[in-house]
Nanobody, 126 residues
Framework: QVQLVESGGGLVQAGGSLRLSCAASGLTFSRKTMGWFRRAPGKEREFVAAISWSGSRTDSTDSVRGRFTISRDNAKNTVYLQMNSLKPEDTAVYYC???????????????????WGQGTQVTVSS
């Protein structure tokens, strides 16, 4: 049984930082592209960042580039999202996801990911 469990969310003031973690079990984590997505109130779920199985390749959406960093520790079956310089518009539920395939051009697409966590709330106050 595959499980992805996010943690690290919370309430932070604008300009602050949070580090999200996603612990995976029940899958060959070291061979999975991993992604972070978010859903803000009243909006669709959107891509935030992705990382290849080795960690050698990363991708992130324009709105977080330079502020958010995705990383992974395959020995711990964990993927991270370091979020700095947070803005109120970053407020959302953040989800991690595991891709059944390899790194590819569809890495930003929700449909490419087979497994999802339950989400963790991030609230940024102004």
């Amino acid at each position: 049984q595959v499980q992805l469990v996010e943690s690290g969310g919370g309430l932070v003031q604008a300009g602050g930082s949070l580090r999200l973690s996603c612990a995976a079990s029940g899958l060959t984590f070291s061979r999975k592209t991993m992604g972070w997505f978010r859903r803000a109130p009243g909006k669709e779920r959107e891509f935030v960042a992705a990382i290849s199985w080795s960690g050698s390749r990363t991708d992130s959406t324009d709105s977080v580039r330079g502020r958010f960093t995705i990383s992974r520790d395959n020995a711990k079956n964990t993927v991270y999202l370091q979020m700095n310089s947070l803005k109120p518009e970053d407020t959302a539920v953040y989800y991690c996801a595991a891709d059944a395939g390899t790194w590819g051009p569809q890495r930003r697409e929700i449909i490419k990911y087979d497994y999802w966590g339950q989400g963790t709330q991030v609230t940024v106050s102004s």
